[in-house]
Each structure stands twice: as structure tokens, then as C-alpha cells.
């Protein structure tokens, strides 16, 4: 051990800990709350946001609780007829989604006894306040729909939130919810009834008193002007997700990828092939944020695949034989080097000694290290380019689940050098969503501070081994260590590796992965709105779909 290498000073169990490594799905996290306010992986369905605001309203008016767990317990009595009804249409022949109905395996045991009635004496969450508290609190805060005055015991329906609860107060009424959910029982019959009406995928329906409202909220044009700023980039967001459905024809190409690939290249590929899809005008700016997420996507996924193979290479070997240097010499070994060419079909002599401006000028043609480091505006090359950040990342993706460690140390360098050259003069847009990646970055990694790193090795000519000798220091030793120590941000999270008397030590597994989060959700909040087919077999964009595309096509 050196001076100066990082070292542990605890040891802990292989289970604990979030699978952020790195501190960079933080920085993620942070950009899809931009992008997708109100939407998070856990509140996908938009009918339980009318029947929240309906019941803490209701539970108010009929039961003036004095505590905030009088009112959880109203909150909760409601839900369990909501569970019961969409678990019980679950069973019918509808096309439409039952998926994340909260509750639901409990709801499926209840009905397998075959009895006539079910008692409404059972828990479904061991947080008793049902996903209101567990689920949509959040979104409901966010899209300012409930709120708590200075001098109220417990939350509120706001102003802004009252039309959801008027039109769902509708469908309450012609359910008999609100008696329904003072009973001690519920008989199957009933509801059978009523499971049609009450169940949140009826909220698509054209005859839904909520679906309007609904729409008003996610992608209402005249919002009030605390939230005009997030509506705005919610339904921009939920716009994009509509012109990538629509860009396959028959193709299905409404997958994270294909969303982000549109953003990023203004193209996707189906079936080995690109399909262009030229953003509408007035999407233009939020496509850009997608496009930076992009760009944040690919960063971590190279840099979280370098700590992959050094845990491999952990495991294979002795502490003491597991030494750093070592690691970094398969990471920069001449067969690695030879690899690194061809995947970019170059005819550069590259060796871990050869100048790191050499490699960067032979990833893309026209361009130099000297434009990089200028900040001179280079043209990028297109999504099906053998050194396109697409083609690298497959390359790199195909590497890793087949364990050729040569092949990732070659993929990856060359896609952060990819991104660094797209991003070497963003402007206009781009430039915009850059800044916006960059404040959201706060002390976490990130692509705008690898730019910056790069343009700094090139000015002081690091050899390619050089550079990337210092990622694994810096990005994967170093930033693994703080991250698990507590030191790169709030919290502390379970380190994966640590250093001993002997050497170093692999301590738990990871595997990158690609963006995905709220995906889902949001895809189910276009179904329920019936701005996307509500039938989840096909991707076909609704006349309202194609009324909002239309309509952010021609606002800039």
C-alpha cells in the first residue's frame, strides 16, 4: 500500500446498502424529477389521484377526524373497496391494464375461498395509510394538489386539486363508495356491480367524469404559474413518448431506449434498421433534456462497468495478489489496445503509450483533439456509426453479459471519449439542457465534469495508458470509496470493494444497467388518459395522442 491509496475503516455484511456505487444514479434521479414531476415508478395509475383527493375530502366533510390517524383510517377503509373492485375486474375479459393495483395479492387471496361476501376487516400495507401514504403522497404535493395550512392538524385538498375531487365524487356516488366503505362486508355481487365503474383502468373511458380532469392535470396547457414550468415539461415529456410510439409504424418502439435514442440521435433502430424521428418543433427543448440524460445514461454505464470488471477481478484472485496496478494493466494491455481500433475500423498504431490526443482525434472522422479542447463545434456522427455512442454501448452491453473483460476495457474508453466529442460545443438547446445536467450534478460524476477532465488531460498530453490509469483511480477507486464512506453526498451506501492489510478485497456484486425508472409509469399514465390505445398490445396513438403531438408540434 502507498501513500495516498484509499482505505476502509469498517467492514460490512454483502446484503446492506443502495445499488448506487458510483453516486451517479442520484444524479438521475435528480433529472427524471425535472423531467416527470408527479410521475414516479410507485404512482403510475392516475385514477388513484382523483379517488385520494375525493376521500381525504370525504373523510374531512362526513368524519372531522381530530388526528391525522383518524383520517388514515377513513383513507384506508375507502381504498380497500378501490382494491377490491379493480382486483375483481381484473377478472373480466377488459384488454386494459390491472397492473400496480396496491394491494393486489392480498385483494387475489381474499377471492379464493369462493365465498358470497368478503370481510373489509384486512390490512394490504403494513403502512396503514394505503398508497396514499405510500405511494402518491408524493405526487400529490408535487402537482400542488394537497397541501397543509399553518393552521390545519393534517393535510388538506387544495384549490387545485377540488375538480378531481368533484368528478370523482361522481363515480363515489354512483358506486355507493362512501356507505360501501363503512361496512364491516362487501358481498362478491356487489361488487361485480360496481368493479367496471370503480376500477382505475375505467378512468380512459370517454364517459369517465374523471379522464378530463385527469388530462387537465398531466397535460393541461393553462396551468397556474407555480406549476406552469413542471406541466409544461410533464407533458412534453409524456409528448415524446407519443412521437417515439408513433415513429415504428408497425414496429413496436415504445421501449426507454428508443425514447432516449430519439432525443439523442433523432432516430431509432428497429429491426437493424434506423427510423427517423425528426423532434416536433415545439418538443425541441425537453428533447434536449432527454438527450443530456442520455448522455448521463451512457457515462454511467461505462464508468459502473469498469467497477464491474474490477470486481471480477477481485473475485478471481488472492487478496494478496489483487493489487491495483495489476488490474490497471489488463485495463490497458496491447490486445486491449488492438481491439480498441478495431471496433472503431482504425488504422491508428495504438499502444498504452501512444498520445491520448491520437485516439481521441481517430474515434470520429473531421475531428481533433484540438477542436475539443477549442471547444470548436464538431459534426456528430449518426446513430449507426461504428464509434456512435449507440454502437459502443451495444458493444460494450454485449461484452459485459458475456464476460469478455478485453472487449469492455476497449468499449469503454471509447465511449466516454464518443460523448465527450458530441458534447464539445453544445449550443442553443443542447447547450441549455448541458447547464441544466451540470446543476444538477451538484459534487456527484457526471459527463459535463468528464468533458472538463478530458480537455485537461489533452492540454497536459497524457499518454491513452495515462488516461486510463486515472479513470479507475479517480472514478472507480476513489469515488467507490466515498460513496460507500458517506463522503460523496447524503448518506452513506454499502461499498462493493475495500482494501486490507494484504490487498484489496471484493466485498458485493453489481451490474450496470440501462435508464428505465418511471418509464413504465409514465407509458401507464398515457393508457389511462387514452392518449395511448388503453389495450397494452398494441402502441397506437389516440386521436387526443395525435390532437397533443399536433399542438406541441406547432408551440415552440
Known amino acids: 500500500m502507498q501513500v495516498g491509496d484509499p482505505q476502509w475503516t469498517a467492514r460490512a455484511t454483502e446484503t446492506e446498502g443502495a445499488q448506487d456505487p458510483l453516486g451517479m444514479t442520484r444524479v438521475l434521479d435528480r433529472l427524471l424529477r425535472d423531467l416527470l414531476p408527479g410521475i414516479t415508478t410507485i404512482s403510475p395509475r392516475p385514477r388513484y389521484i382523483a379517488h385520494h383527493l375525493w376521500a381525504l375530502r370525504d373523510v374531512t366533510q362526513r368524519a372531522d377526524p381530530d388526528s391525522r390517524a383518524q383520517l388514515m383510517r377513513g383513507l384506508y377503509r375507502r381504498e380497500r373497496i378501490l382494491l377490491l373492485a379493480g382486483v375483481r375486474h381484473q377478472g373480466s375479459d377488459s384488454p386494459k391494464s390491472h397492473t400496480n393495483l396496491v394491494g393486489a395479492r392480498t385483494a387475489h387471496r381474499l377471492f379464493g375461498d369462493d365465498s358470497e361476501s368478503l370481510s373489509l376487516d384486512f390490512s394490504f400495507l403494513s403502512n ?35 375538480p378531481l375531487a368533484d368528478a370523482y ?3 363515489a356516488e354512483r358506486t355507493n363508495l362512501p356507505a360501501l366503505a363503512t361496512g364491516d362486508a362487501i358481498s362478491v355481487a356487489e361488487l361485480d356491480s360496481i368493479a367496471a365503474a370503480l376500477c382505475p383502468c375505467a378512468v ?19 396551468q397556474p ?42 432516430a431509432v433502430i428497429a429491426d ?9 418543433a415545439g418538443l425541441v427543448a425537453t428533447a434536449a433534456r432527454w438527450k443530456a440524460l442520455q448522455a448521463h445514461d451512457y457515462f454511467r454505464y461505462a464508468t459502473e462497468s469498469v467497477l464491474t470488471a474490477w470486481l471480477a477481478y477481485l473475485k478471481t484472485t488472492d487478496e494478496a495478489d489483487a493489487t491495483l496496478e495489476a488490474f490497471k494493466r489488463h485495463a490497458r494491455a496491447g490486445v486491449v489496445c488492438d481491439r480498441m481500433t478495431a471496433l472503431i475500423d482504425s488504422d491508428l498504431d495504438l499502444s498504452p503509450t501512444t498520445p491520448l490526443e491520437s485516439l481521441v482525434s481517430a474515434v470520429w472522422p473531421d475531428a481533433t483533439a484540438a477542436q475539443l479542447v477549442a471547444r470548436e463545434p464538431l459534426s456528430p456522427v449518426p446513430v449507426t456509426h461504428a464509434a456512435s455512442e449507440h454502437t459502443l454501448d ?36 443542447d447547450g441549455e439542457a448541458w447547464a441544466w445536467l451540470s446543476a444538477r450534478t451538484r459534487n456527484d460524476l457526471s459527463p459535463v465534469r468528464f468533458c472538463g477532465h478530458l480537455r485537461t488531460h489533452l492540454e497536459d498530453d497524457l499518454s491513452v495508458g495515462e488516461f486510463i490509469d486515472w479513470v479507475i483511480d479517480r472514478y472507480i477507486i476513489e469515488r467507490g470509496v466515498e460513496i460507500a464512506a458517506g463522503k460523496g453526498g447524503s448518506g452513506s451506501s454499502r461499498g462493493y470493494f475495500e482494501q486490507t492489510g494484504a490487498g484489496w478485497r471484493h466485498v458485493r456484486e453489481h451490474t450496470p444497467n440501462h435508464w428505465g425508472a418511471r418509464f413504465g409509469s ?15 398490445s398494441t402502441e397506437a396513438v389516440t386521436e387526443a395522442g395525435r390532437t397533443l403531438l399536433e399542438t406541441e408540434g406547432e408551440v415552440k
Open 272 to 280: 437493424g434498421a434506423p427510423i427517423e424521428a425528426e423532434t416536433p
Open 169 to 171: 365524487a361522481d363515480i
Open 394 to 429: 451495444t458493444e460494450l452491453r454485449t461484452a459485459l453479459a458475456g464476460r469478455e473483460w478485453t472487449d469492455v476495457h476497449a468499449a469503454w474508453p471509447l465511449l466516454l471519449i464518443a460523448l465527450a466529442l458530441r458534447y464539445t460545443a453544445p449550443s442553443g438547446p
Open 128 to 162: 396503514r395509510s394505503g398508497s396514499y401514504g405510500q405511494n402518491y403522497i408524493g405526487p400529490l404535493q408535487t402537482m400542488g394538489l394537497v397541501d397543509t395550512p399553518e393552521d390545519a392538524r393534517f393535510e388538506q385538498v387544495t384549490e387545485r386539486g377540488e
Open 225 to 266: 404559474e407555480p406549476y406552469a414550468a413542471q406541466a409544461r415539461t410533464r407533458r412534453e415529456s409524456l409528448a415524446l413518448m407519443l412521437h417515439t410510439a408513433r415513429t415504428g409504424g408497425e414496429t413496436d418502439t415504445l421501449t426507454p431506449s428508443n425514447l432516449l435514442d430519439v432525443c439523442y440521435y433523432g
Open 204 to 222: 380512459s373511458g370517454a364517459d369517465a367524469p374523471d379522464r378530463e380532469p385527469l388530462r387537465t392535470l398531466y397535460i393541461g396547457r393553462d
Open 522 to 536: 409514465a407509458v401507464s399514465v398515457l393508457r389511462d388518459l387514452a392518449l395511448l390505445d388503453p389495450d397494452s
